[in-house]
T-cell receptor
Framework: NAGVTQTPKFQVLKTGQSMTLQCAQDMNHEYMSWYRQDPGMGLRLIHYSVGAGITDQGEVPNGYNVSRSTTEDFPLRLLSAAPSQTSVYFC???????????????FGEGSWLTVV | EDQVTQSPEALRLQEGESSSLNCSYTVSGLRGLFWYRQDPGKGPEFLFTLYSAGEEKEKERLKATLTKKESFLHITAPKPEDSATYLCAVRQGAQKLVFGQGTRLTINP
């Protein structure tokens, strides 16, 4: 199992450019999500998905777009990059369900994005 | 609104010097409190999930406890390899975690 895999690891964009951060998981998890991590702000939820074809907004969705066409993949698109989107991005996944049976949320290794 | 506050922001200990990290939370209906470890340049690594007051979980030199308002991560006789940022989060819905800002722990040999 590779777990949660993110690409690219590092990226530099110019203001106004668009790009897609890729996220794939091989654990057959129903739930997937994207967070961004900024100094002094902690991790904040951007978008999440509870299954293929279903997505919803998190705390900081503006400027980002997502889709979930398969269980395995959950790409994050930056439509027109801005310097305020300079951050570290983490993808996460978990099984569905509730209770104390686990529901551990696993994170990828992160994608470092700089917008100049 | 769910909130998570971690203290201290940074903690420096000598090897073998035990201590505790605090995570205070305000949440309407706890669905799980998570502890993660994060090394520089890496993603958060899962440590524990706690669900109800009084619950405790242990892993090597780490022990997590939970009350109705806060959680503690106790570190017993830490080693330099325990140096990392420790993150606390509460679950808000199926895939939503609300994180604290973390405690940066440094263990000096």
């Amino acid at each position: 199992n590779a777990g949660v895999t993110q690409t690219p690891k590092f990226q530099v964009l110019k203001t106004g450019q668009s790009m897609t951060l890729q996220c794939a998981q091989d654990m057959n998890h129903e739930y997937m999500s994207w967070y961004r991590q900024d100094p002094g702000m902690g991790l904040r939820l951007i978008h999440y998905s509870v299954g293929a074809g279903i997505t919803d907004q998190g705390e900081v969705p503006n400027g980002y777009n997502v889709s979930r066409s398969t269980t395995e993949d959950f790409p994050l698109r930056l439509l027109s990059a801005a310097p305020s989107q300079t951050s570290v991005y983490f993808c996460a996944s978990s099984y569905a369900g509730t209770g104390s049976s686990g529901n551990t949320i696993y994170f990828g290794e992160g994608s470092w994005l700089t917008v100049v | 609104e769910d909130q998570v506050t971690q203290s201290p922001e940074a903690l420096r200990l000598q090897e073998g010097e035990s201590s505790s990290l605090n995570c205070s939370y305000t949440v309407s209906g706890l669905r799980g409190l998570f502890w993660y470890r994060q090394d520089p340049g890496k993603g958060p690594e899962f440590l524990f999930t706690l669900y109800s007051a009084g619950e405790e979980k242990e892993k090597e030199r780490l022990k997590a406890t939970l009350t109705k308002k806060e959680s503690f991560l106790h570190i017993t006789a830490p080693k330099p390899e325990d140096s990392a940022t420790y993150l606390c989060a509460v679950r808000q819905g199926a895939q939503k975690l609300v994180f604290g800002q973390g405690t940066r722990l440094t263990i000096n040999p």
